[in-house]
C-alpha cells in the first residue's frame, strides 16, 4: 500500500488545492496517468502518477487546501498484488525503474497526456519518460467503481467506456452548476462548456438533475439570495496576486504618465500582415505590434528592463527582455511571460503569443512560466477603458496599459480634422531605478515606434 503526498510542483509551493480528481475508488492506473489536478497559487497542475496499481481511497476531498507533504490518494501497488513468483522475477533488462513521488516532484509538468483507449490489445510497449514508465499503448483497465467509499466518490453516474475528458475551466463551470462530467453527452471526444452549459439547462427545465440516477437530488448548490452575502475564500492565484500587488504597491515607489497617439499606421500595418503568407495562421493583433515597439525602446533605455535588489544595494540590468503578458483568466490575473522576447522577430513573437495566451486561458501556465519576467504589458483596452494606472509585479522596473483603440476626430498636421485611429499608453515605473526623464524617453520611444512603424528600422 503506497500513499502518494502532495508534491512541491516548484516554486517553493507551500500549499494546494485539490480542483479535480481524475481516477475513483477501484481504478486501475498505470505509471504517468494523471491522477489530479491541482491549484497552486499560480497555476493549475496536472500530477501524474509515480506508482502502477489500484486506486484504494481518495484522501482529499475536491475543493480542500492541504499542506505540502499530505497524503492525498492510497494505490495498492501491482507489486503488493502480485503473486509471489512475480514479486521475486527481476525487472526486464535495459527498462528503467519508477521512481518515487519525491523523485517526481520536480518534473511533473512535463509529463505527457495519457495515450487514448486502444480498440484492440496488442502487445504492452512502454518509453522512458520522466516520471518511471512512458505510457502504454494499451488502455487503462478500470473495475467497476466501488459504493460512496469516501465523499468525494460519492456520485453515481452512467459509466463511460473511458474518463470524461474536459479543459480545467469546463471542469470548473460544470462543479460550479453541480454538473458530473460523466453525465453530459459530447459531440466530440473532449467536453465543451457549451456541452456542460446545454445538459445544465436541460436538467434545469425538468426540474431535477440528470446525472444517471432516478433518485439523485439536483446537485447544484444553491443559489443565495440577492440580499444575501456571499463570501468567496481568498486563494490560489487570486491570494498569489493580492499578496504581490500589496508588497508592489508599498515597496516601490509608482510614478505613472500616459501619452494618446495617432496609431493609425500601426492598424494599417496589422491589416497587411494579415494578409501577409509569412504570417497565415496566426492571431495578428495591435498588442504585437507594441510588444515589438517595446522591446525595441529597451534598447534606448535598458533602466525599464531592470530590477532593484534589495539585499545587495542594486540596481540589476537584464540582459534580455523576459517580456510578461497579463492575461484575464477564470481564476484570476496570471502574467506569464516570453523569455527573450527581445531576440525574436515578428513571426517569432506573434508564435509566442498565440502560445502564451492559448495556454493561460486553458488554465495551463505553469509556474515556471511565471518568474524571471523584466516588464509588461497590460491590456486593458479589450475592456473599453482608456487607461490607468497599472501596478508593478514584483522585481520589475515598468510595465505599460495599453488602452482601448478606436475612431476618434484627430487634428492633423494641416490643421484638419480626420478620422483616425487613437489610443492612450499608461506607463507606471519604479521611481527608485527610473527617473523620470527614463520613463519620459521609453515612453515617447514606443508611442513614436507605433505612430510610424517603419521608425522600427532605425532602432
Known amino acids: 500500500m503506497s500513499e502518494f503526498k502532495l508534491p512541491d510542483v516548484g516554486e517553493g509551493l507551500t500549499e494546494a488545492e485539490i480542483v479535480t480528481w481524475k481516477v475513483a475508488v477501484g481504478d486501475v492506473i498505470k505509471v504517468n496517468d494523471v491522477l489530479v489536478d491541482i491549484e497552486t497559487a ?21 475543493g480542500e487546501t492541504v499542506d505540502v507533504g ?22 526486464a533488462a535495459g527498462l528503467p525503474q519508477a521512481r518515487t513521488a519525491g523523485d517526481f516532484a520536480s518534473a511533473v509538468d512535463l509529463v505527457p497526456e495519457p495515450e487514448p483507449a486502444a480498440t484492440a490489445a496488442p502487445a504492452e510497449e512502454r518509453q522512458s519518460v520522466l516520471v518511471g514508465y512512458g505510457p502504454r499503448t494499451t ?19 452512467p459509466q463511460r467506456s473511458m474518463r470524461a475528458l474536459a479543459k480545467p475551466p469546463v471542469r470548473k463551470l460544470a462543479k460550479d452548476l453541480g454538473v458530473s462530467l460523466d453525465a453530459v453527452p ?7 462548456r457549451a456541452d456542460v452549459e446545454a445538459f445544465a439547462g436541460r436538467r434545469d427545465q425538468n426540474g431535477a438533475a440528470q446525472n444517471g440516477s432516478d433518485s439523485s ?3 447544484a448548490a444553491p443559489r443565495p439570495a440577492s440580499h444575501d452575502d456571499v463570501r468567496v475564500p481568498i486563494k490560489g492565484v487570486r491570494k498569489m496576486t493580492a499578496e504581490a500587488m500589496v508588497s508592489s504597491a508599498f515597496t516601490a515607489p509608482h510614478v505613472t504618465e500616459w501619452v494618446t497617439l495617432d496609431v ?44 532593484w535588489d534589495d539585499a545587495a544595494q542594486e540596481i540589476v540590468l537584464k540582459g534580455s527582455v523576459n517580456l510578461g503578458i497579463a492575461a484575464a483568466t477564470p481564476r484570476g490575473l496570471v502574467v506569464p511571460n516570453i523569455v527573450g522576447a527581445d531576440s525574436m522577430g515578428l513571426p517569432e513573437l506573434a508564435e509566442a503569443f498565440a ?43 515598468g510595465i505599460l496599459a495599453v488602452g482601448a483603440i478606436g475612431r476618434r476626430p484627430w487634428v492633423g498636421d494641416d490643421d484638419q480634422i480626420v478620422a483616425r485611429w487613437v489610443t492612450t499608453l499608461a506607463l507606471s515605473f519604479d521611481h527608485r531605478v527610473v527617473d523620470g526623464e527614463q520613463g519620459s524617453r521609453f515612453l515617447a520611444d514606443v508611442a513614436a515606434i507605433l505612430r510610424d512603424p517603419a521608425l522600427a528600422l532605425t532602432y
Request: charged fraction near 20%.
Open 139 to 157: 488502455s487503462t483497465k478500470r473495475r467497476a467503481r466501488k459504493g460512496a467509499v469516501a465523499s468525494v466518490d460519492s456520485e453515481r453516474v
Open 264 to 307: 493609425t499606421r500601426t492598424m494599417d500595418l496589422v491589416t497587411q500582415l494579415k494578409a501577409d503568407p509569412r504570417f497565415a495562421g496566426m492571431r495578428i493583433s495591435p498588442l504585437l505590434i507594441v510588444a515589438r515597439a517595446v522591446c525595441l525602446a529597451m534598447r534606448r533605455t535598458p533602466e525599464l528592463n531592470s530590477t
Open 217 to 219: 437530488p439536483a446537485l
Open 70 to 91: 499530505t497524503p492525498i490518494i492510497r494505490i495498492t501497488t501491482a507489486d503488493e498484488s502480485a503473486p509471489a513468483s512475480a514479486e521475486s522475477a527481476p525487472p
Open 355 to 397: 502560445d502564451l495566451i492559448g495556454t493561460a486561458r486553458d488554465g495551463r501556465t505553469q509556474p515556471a512560466q511565471m518568474s524571471g519576467g523584466s516588464f509588461t504589458i497590460t491590456n486593458i483596452g479589450v475592456f473599453g477603458i482608456d487607461a490607468g494606472t497599472p501596478i508593478l509585479n514584483p522585481g520589475e522596473a
Open 186 to 192: 459530447a459531440v466530440g471526444e473532449i467536453i465543451t
Open 42 to 62: 499560480k497555476s493549475i497542475v496536472e500530477l501524474p502518477s509515480p506508482y502502477e496499481g489500484t486506486i484504494e481511497a481518495l484522501l482529499v476531498a475536491e
